[in-house]
């Protein structure tokens, strides 16, 4: 009877539907078109226009901390994510979707020194 009980269990959870979510990598295209770097120790904004699908290169320094966010700044729900390198193909750092409203922040202190790429996205997952 225990057998019986545990194929059923398996064949209805092999039926169900999840959906998970996690970072969004679009592989669009860069925006600015420049590196970025800051010193400021207050926000400084990169840009006012960017889209989703969009992604922005940064120089960050070990043990410093940094923050993105499009909080208030943007007419769609946004997600963030953050990835080592440039471009598409970096190791995922951080995500971030509704931090702020359906806006989104990332806070994150660098391991290394390097660049790093903040890539937005449209929820869910797409361009625009």
Do not use: H
């Amino acid at each position: 009877m225990r057998k019986i009980y545990s194929i059923l269990i398996a064949i209805v959870l092999t039926g169900l539907q999840f959906n998970a979510w996690s970072q969004c990598n679009n592989c669009g295209s860069q925006f600015p078109t420049t590196t970025q770097s800051t010193t400021s120790s207050s926000f400084t904004t990169v840009s006012t226009c960017m889209y989703g699908g969009e992604y922005a290169v940064f120089n960050v320094t070990s043990g410093q901390t940094y923050t993105w966010q499009t909080c208030g700044n943007t007419a769609f729900d946004t997600q963030l994510t953050l990835q080592q390198g440039t471009g598409c193909a970096g190791a995922d750092l951080a995500y971030n979707d509704d931090g702020c409203g359906t806006q989104s922040t990332i806070t994150w202190t660098a391991t290394f020194t390097g660049n790093v790429s903040i890539w937005v996205s449209q929820y869910n997952c797409t361009s625009n």
